[in-house]
C-alpha cells in the first residue's frame, strides 16, 4: 500500500485508490444538498470521515467546529483560494472557526524562520481570507509557537497516546521534526474541544488528501484520550471529521508550487503578469490547428479548463458549453487562452481592490507585526 506523505507529497493520481486503501469515504451522501458549493457540485470535494456529524450538528443546531492550517511559506495562489473558499463556507453554515497559522512547522520542515512566518501569514494569508470574505466573528487565529497552555498540554498529553511504530507505520521515515509537527497538528485539530473552548464537539477538518495521515493519527489519539484510564486531566473529545479535496494542477502541468511562480497565480501578483503567464500555460490541445479542428481538444487534461473548473466560471451551462466546444474542435487554445487571462485579470484587479483594507483589518486582528 502507497503511503501519503504530508511533507513530500507531489501529485495524486489516482483519488478512487487513496479512499479504497485508507478508509476515506465519498462525499455522495452529501453532494445534492450542498451542490449549491462549486467545488462540491463538481466532485473536487472527493471524499469524507464523519462528515454526518457535522450534518447533526447544523441540523439540530448545536455547536460544531471547522478547523484548518496554514503553512505560512511561499506566496497565496489559487491552490489556498479553494481552502479560504471552504472556510468561508463553514464560516458561513455557523461553524466555530479556527485557523491556525502553522509557523513551528514551516519552521521545523521548511526552515522559515518565525518572523518571515509571522509576516506572511498575516499580511498575505489572513488578509487574502479576509478579503475573500471571511468574518473575524467567531473567528480564532494563532500561531503554533505563541498560544495558550491548555493547547501544549494536550500536545503532551497526545504524546504518550502514540507509539513510535505506529508513527512510524503512518510517516514513514520520522525525525524529531517531523513528530512534534504531526503532534502539534493533533493539537491544533482536537483543542477546540477543551473544557477552555466550551468543551467536546464534532470538529471538520478541510483539507488536502496529503493532509490524511494526520486526520488518521488525530482521530485514533482521539479516541485513546477517550479511554477511561488515564490521568484527571484527560480529555473527552469527539473524533475529528474530514472533507477532502483535489489539488489544482499548476499551469505547467505539474504540481503547483508555492516557490516556483511559474507554476501558480498568486492572488498578490500583478493582474496582467499573470494574464501572461495563462497565456503560456500548458493546455489539452493537439499538434496543429489542423489536428485540433478535426479531433478536438482534450478538456480534461487542460489547465486552462482546471482554472474554469476551480475558480473562474461558476455557471455550469457557460462551463458546459466551453467544455463541449473544445471537445468538438470549435473553440481552439489560443481564443480561450485569451479568454481565460482576461477573466484571470478581472478576478485579481477586483480581489486586490479589496485587499488593501483587508490588509489592515488581518494587522489590527493579530496586532503582532
Ligand atoms: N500541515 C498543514 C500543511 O502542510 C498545515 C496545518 C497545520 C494544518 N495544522 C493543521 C492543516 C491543522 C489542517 C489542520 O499545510
Aim: overall charge positive; some cysteine; charged content about 30%.
Amino acid at each position: 500500500m502507497a503511503k501519503v506523505d504530508p511533507w513530500e507529497m507531489t501529485q495524486v493520481k489516482d483519488y478512487a485508490k487513496l479512499v479504497r486503501d485508507f478508509g476515506i469515504r465519498g462525499f455522495e451522501d452529501f453532494q445534492r444538498r450542498f451542490e449549491y458549493l462549486r467545488y462540491v457540485r463538481r466532485g473536487i470535494i472527493f471524499g469524507q470521515r464523519d462528515f454526518n456529524l457535522i450534518v447533526d450538528a447544523i441540523d439540530h443546531g448545536r455547536p460544531y467546529a471547522m478547523m484548518t492550517g496554514l503553512m505560512p511559506s511561499g506566496c497565496f495562489h489559487l491552490g489556498h483560494k479553494m481552502v479560504a473558499d471552504e472556510i468561508i463556507w463553514f464560516q458561513g453554515l455557523g461553524a466555530q472557526t479556527y485557523i491556525c497559522a502553522a509557523d513551528v512547522e514551516s519552521y521545523l520542515m521548511r526552515d522559515v524562520q518565525f518572523d518571515e512566518a509571522w509576516e506572511t501569514a498575516i499580511q498575505d494569508y489572513l488578509a487574502n481570507y479576509f478579503a475573500l470574505g471571511l468574518k473575524k466573528d467567531n473567528l480564532h487565529f494563532w500561531f503554533q509557537s505563541d498560544y495558550v497552555n491548555p493547547y501544549y498540554r494536550l500536545r503532551d498529553m497526545a504524546s504518550k497516546r502514540v507509539t513510535f511504530n505506529e508513527l512510524k507505520a503512518i510517516y514513514g521515515d520520522l525525525s524529531p521534526s517531523k513528530i512534534t509537527s504531526a503532534l502539534t497538528q493533533v493539537a491544533d485539530i482536537l483543542h477546540p474541544q477543551l473544557p477552555e473552548f466550551g468543551g467536546p464537539k464534532p470538529t471538520v477538518v478541510p483539507v488536502g488528501a496529503d493532509q490524511d495521515p494526520h486526520i488518521r493519527l488525530t482521530r485514533d489519539i482521539a479516541s485513546r484520550l477517550n479511554a477511561k484510564r488515564g490521568s484527571r486531566r484527560d480529555m473527552r473529545c469527539v473524533a475529528p471529521s474530514a472533507t477532502y479535496h483535489k489539488f489544482m494542477s499548476g499551469l505547467t502541468g505539474d504540481k503547483m508550487s508555492s516557490s516556483d511562480p511559474k507554476t501558480h497565480i498568486s492572488l498578490t501578483e500583478q493582474p496582467k503578469k499573470a494574464a501572461k503567464k495563462v497565456l503560456s500555460a500548458k493546455t489539452g490541445g493537439r499538434e496543429t490547428v489542423q489536428l485540433q479542428r478535426k479531433k478536438g481538444g482534450e478538456p480534461d487534461k487542460c489547465v486552462i479548463y482546471e482554472l474554469y473548473l476551480y475558480h473562474l466560471i461558476d455557471d455550469e451551462a457557460e462551463l458546459s458549453r466551453i467544455y463541449h466546444e473544445c471537445r468538438s474542435g470549435k473553440l481552439l487554445c489560443g481564443q480561450d487562452k485569451k479568454d481565460c487571462a482576461r477573466l484571470v485579470e478581472r478576478f485579481l484587479s477586483k480581489h486586490q481592490g479589496n485587499l488593501e483594507k483587508a490588509r489592515s483589518r488581518a494587522r489590527k486582528f493579530i496586532k503582532k507585526v
